[in-house]
Structures are given as C-alpha cells and as structure tokens.
C-alpha cells in the first residue's frame, strides 16, 4: 500500500456492492474504491486514504452519506463506530435485516455463487453462542474486546448487541474479576503479560470460560474460583498458545475449575462440547444448513451405503448422516474434537490419502465443512479422486469456496445448487452449502 495521492477532498462514489468485510464498494474511473460504513444503492462522498499497489483499489473513509439507501437504520449497538464505538465486529448493522441479506447474496453473485435464497431468522441480536475476546488494559482496568478492522487497535466490546447476553454477562465478569485480581493483559510488543485472550460458549443457559495465555507457567487458579458461578459460567479453563496466527485458539484446554463441557442441542442431536471445540454462533440457522446437508439440491432425502463427513467437528453432522447411511466416516483434526467423535485426529489431506491408496470403493456422500480458508488445492484434487457420487461442501468463506468450486468443477464435479444462510446478521459473514455432482446429471 502506498499513500494515495490527493485529492484529499472527497470523491463521490456510488456503492454497488460490499466486499468480504462488509465495506461498501464503488467505481471510480478505473479505481475500486472500498469504503466501509457505505452500502450498495449509496451515493457517497468520500476521502481516499491509500491506494492498493498492486490492484486499482483504494481504500477511503467516508465523508458524508450523500443518497442513502432505503434500508439505512441506526446501529442498535453502542459499540458500533457509528455510535461512537470502535468495533468494527458488525459492518452491516447500520443496514435492516432484509437488505443485509440482499447486499450478502450480491456479494455471493460477485464471486459467481449463485444462491437461490439466503435463509434467515427475525432473530437477529443476541443471538451468538460463541465469542472470542482479546484482553487489553483500558486505563486502570481490563477490558475485552476485538481488534478493530486490519489493525491490532483493541475496540472494547461490553454491551456487545449479538452476542447473547449470557455470554456479555460472562466477558463482563471476567474482565471485572481479572482486575480486581490483579490479573495483567498480554502486551503483544513487550511480549509480557499473562491473559491473551478468552473464549466464551454457551448452550443458552450456562457459560464455559476459556482463557487463553502465552504463558507456560500463568496462573488462573484464583481467577478460575472467582469466576465459577458468576454470569452463568459453569467451567473455567485454560490453553496456552505459543503460534502467531489469529486464530486464537490454543492447545487443548485444560479444566481448572467447574464443568469441562456443555450439553448442546442442534437439530435434534445432543452434543457434548469441551471449551474450544467448534460451535456454530447461531443454532437456529446452522440447523437449517445442517439439514439441507442430508438433502440434494432439490430437498429430495439422500441415502446410501457410505458417506464421508470431512472437517466434521464434535458430530453433529455425521451424527445425522449416521440416520441416513449405513456406513459414516468422519474426519476432524482438533484433538478435543476428534475424541469426541472416537477417531485419531487426522487431516483430510491424510484422511483423503489413505483411502485413495486403499482403492476403496466410492462414497455416495461426501460432506466437507472446512474452514473458511477453504478446501485448497491438495484437497480438491483429492475429492475429485474420490468417485463419490455426490459432494456437499458447506462453507463459512465464499471468496474461497469460489476457488474451491472451479477447482472441483475441472476435476470433474458439476455444480447443482448454491444456497445461503445468514448465521450472523449485522456481519458480512455468510454461511453458503453447495451441492455437487459427478458427471453432468445428478442423482438423488
Ligand atoms: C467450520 S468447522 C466445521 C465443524 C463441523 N462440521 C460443524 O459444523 O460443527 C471446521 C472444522 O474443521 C477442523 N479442521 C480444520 N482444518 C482441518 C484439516 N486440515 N483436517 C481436518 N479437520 C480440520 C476444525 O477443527 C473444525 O472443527
């Protein structure tokens, strides 16, 4: 990135689109102007900061909303920057929830995801279950919170508007009694300090508590015991994390006081799930995701001898296909995760590898729910290997399920459906399923 040269008076740029992060997109001339707070169908005025150095892209702060679009509301939530907040968490939230939906499905159009719908619920605040927070010294207390859009700028987050209010209730007790115990943040230049970060999941009524530190030797002993039966939290534990990556999420927890797991429901399956394992943020959608999983494209049932579900989680889908197919082979690689689905955690890479070199026979199913980095090459090559009938890949990152999906189509596999989800409303993030077929007709 390069400063941009001026004008450093604004430009008027009309929005057609958001990018992955929610930013309003419009073109300038040749130049792509990415501005954030702005929305498609939005006349805007707008101040270029710095230009992209390898693309025509320019990345500007709005000025003043010049046309706004019918669906423009106040952001019910406090922290949002429009209402003098930093966090940058929820970039639609100043959008109702019917345009939310229609900027996310032209997003997908724009990476050439046609989705049919996007389902959706009227249940759009407080509906998170899981949440993770950095931790950070906010003059003379603790505060958790998010880093504000590309930056390592901490944004308190209390009162947060979709997180639900157990899980606002757990941060708020953890930041109060890590204070008041003198507990010090993780400061990331001088490499010191004993809380990084904290991650929070609830069943809807009861709170586990992970804390996260660098620290080999950190002691969360007293913190643990303050915290149990304060906010609905029932467990408290803790990972250390040694990588540089910002997934925060560190070794396998270990319990230091309470439950070590909660008893989740999702779409009729019980499921038990330690303090890092993977849970979707909004049950309620991710239900109908899930179940979309066990039909074809078409909402007809899928049946057979043998299916594969790929980055699998704590169950819950191969629980259901386990209902549907005689045979399932699930493949996880979180160790938490893969014991509690009673498999050696394995890579797909690995998983795909050992049964082509089996030269067994072909699935009928293959249900893949990567992360959002996606599938990848070596995978999709993999897949295509396979033979299965059909492949459904449920995804939370549509740039790279995009890439994913040509990889798949040369390999051999047509494209019969594209639907959405919106598992969090007020973000840009959208969860998308696609259906695939080998060869060009698909069969039920
Ligand atoms: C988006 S989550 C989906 C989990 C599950 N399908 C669900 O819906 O609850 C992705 C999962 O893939 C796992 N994972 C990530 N990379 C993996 C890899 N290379 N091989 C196997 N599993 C992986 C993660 O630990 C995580 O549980």
Request: hydrophobic letters at 40%; aromatic letters at 4%; glycine letters at 10%.
């Amino acid at each position: 990135m390069t400063r941009a040269p001026s004008p450093s008076t604004g430009v008027q740029v009309a929005i057609t689109r958001i990018d992955a992060d929610g930013a309003g997109i419009g073109r300038v001339g040749d130049d792509e102007y990415v501005v954030p707070g702005a929305f498609p169908g939005e006349r805007v005025v707008a101040t270029p900061l710095v230009r992209s150095r390898h693309h025509a892209r320019v990345h500007a702060r709005l000025e003043q909303v010049v046309a706004p679009a019918p669906g423009r509301v106040r952001a019910p939530c406090e922290r949002h920057p429009s209402r003098g907040g930093r966090c940058t968490g929820c970039p639609l939230l100043e959008l109702d929830l019917e345009s939310q939906r229609r900027a996310k499905l032209d997003a997908l159009r724009a990476l050439g995801l046609d989705a049919d719908r996007i389902e959706g619920s009227a249940f759009a605040a407080g509906y998170r279950r899981s949440a993770k927070r950095v931790v950070f010294r906010r003059g003379g207390a603790l505060a958790l919170g998010s880093f504000e859009r590309r930056s390592h700028r901490p944004a308190d987050m209390r009162g947060c508007a979709i997180d639900h209010p157990l899980l606002s209730r757990a941060a708020d007790a953890v930041a109060d009694e890590a204070t008041r115990l003198g507990v010090e943040p993780w400061d990331e230049r001088s490499a010191r300090g004993e809380l990084e970060a904290v991650w929070l999941r609830t069943d809807g009524a009861r709170v586990l508590v992970t804390l996260v530190t660098r620290q080999p030797d950190a002691r969360f002993a007293a913190l643990a015991r303050a915290l149990l039966g304060r906010g609905g939290i029932v467990g408290v534990a803790a990972s250390r994390r040694d990588a540089t990556d910002n997934s925060l999420r560190g070794e396998p927890a270990r319990a230091l006081a309470g439950d070590a797991t909660l008893e989740c429901e999702l779409a009729g399956i019980r499921q038990r799930l330690g303090p890092l394992g993977f849970l979707q943020p909004h049950p309620e959608i991710a239900e109908r995701a899930y179940r979309d999983l066990l039909l074809t494209e078409r909402g007809e049932p899928l049946s057979g001898n043998e299916a594969w579900d790929l980055y699998a989680g704590a169950g819950v889908t191969t629980r259901l296909l386990s209902a549907r197919f005689a045979r399932v082979l699930p493949c996880e690689s979180y160790p938490e995760s893969a014991a509690a689905l009673g498999v050696e955690a394995q890579s797909v890479e690995q998983f795909l590898g050992e049964r082509l070199a089996e030269g067994r026979r072909a699935p009928t199913l293959i249900v893949a729910n990567p992360p959002r980095a996606g599938l990848g090459e070596a995978v999709c090559d993999r897949l295509a290997r396979t033979g299965a009938r059909r492949i459904t890949v449920m995804s939370c990152g549509p740039a790279a399920l995009a890439r994913d999906l040509e990889r798949l189509e040369r390999g051999g596999y047509a494209r019969c459906g594209v639907r959405a989800y919106d598992t969090l409303p007020g973000t840009a993030h959208v969860e998308v399923v696609v259906w695939l077929a080998s060869g060009a007709s698909p069969a039920p």
